[in-house]
């Protein structure tokens, strides 16, 4: 189906990792009937935080920010399905727990955004670039969903 190969760029940062949050989050994206193209557990250096959290720079919550990601592994996801990066901002909930609906990621999981679980992508180019900076080419497969005519009309 036309935009079916849309992809974005997932993320469950340390405190989801350390509250056992891993396999909701799968769970949720996987239920929904997105793609799990790449998946990887990593502690990301601070260059490669700075560069994903480019446009922060020169925030007060900045520094704060790259300590939080920083501070343990990161579980980095692509997903692939229509409107996923739209969608998946919506499955993930509001940047500010207190204000993201119950039934999000965010929304069950959290109480305050600088402990606010999970990433993802706000738009196609940020998609694209988030995607090319923690994958490389080779670790993101493309593979077909046996069950895609159950989920696309
Ligand atoms: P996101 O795209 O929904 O993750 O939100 P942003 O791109 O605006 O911010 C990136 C991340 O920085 C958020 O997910 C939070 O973890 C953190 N953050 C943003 N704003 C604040 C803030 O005002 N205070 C703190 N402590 N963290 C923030
Ligand atoms: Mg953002």
């Known amino acids: 189906?036309?935009?079916?190969?849309?992809?974005?760029?997932i993320m469950i940062k340390p405190d989801g990792v350390q509250r056992g949050i891993v396999g909701d989050v799968i769970r949720r994206f996987e239920q929904k009937g997105y793609k799990l193209?790449?998946?990887k557990m990593i502690q990301?250096?601070?260059a490669l935080l700075e560069s994903?959290?480019?446009?922060?720079k020169g925030k007060k919550?900045?520094?704060?920010l790259?300590?939080?990601?920083g501070s343990g592994p990161c579980v980095a996801m692509v997903w692939e399905g229509l409107n996923v990066i739209s969608v998946g901002?919506?499955?993930?909930g509001a940047t500010d727990p207190s204000k993201a609906e119950p039934g999000t990621i965010r929304g069950d999981f959290?109480?305050?955004t600088g402990r606010n679980i999970c990433h993802g992508s706000d738009s196609e180019t940020a998609a694209k670039r988030e995607i090319d900076l923690w994958f490389r080419p080779e670790e993101v497969a493309n593979w077909a969903h046996t069950a895609e005519r159950w989920i696309y009309e």
């Open 1 to 9: 189906m036309a935009g079916a190969n849309e992809r974005s760029f």
């Open 37 to 39: 193209v790449g998946l």
């Open 44 to 46: 990301a250096p601070r």
């Open 52 to 56: 994903h959290y480019e446009e922060h």
């Open 61 to 64: 919550f900045f520094e704060p």
């Open 66 to 69: 790259l300590t939080y990601v």
């Open 89 to 92: 901002r919506k499955m993930l």
């Open 110 to 112: 959290s109480i305050v």
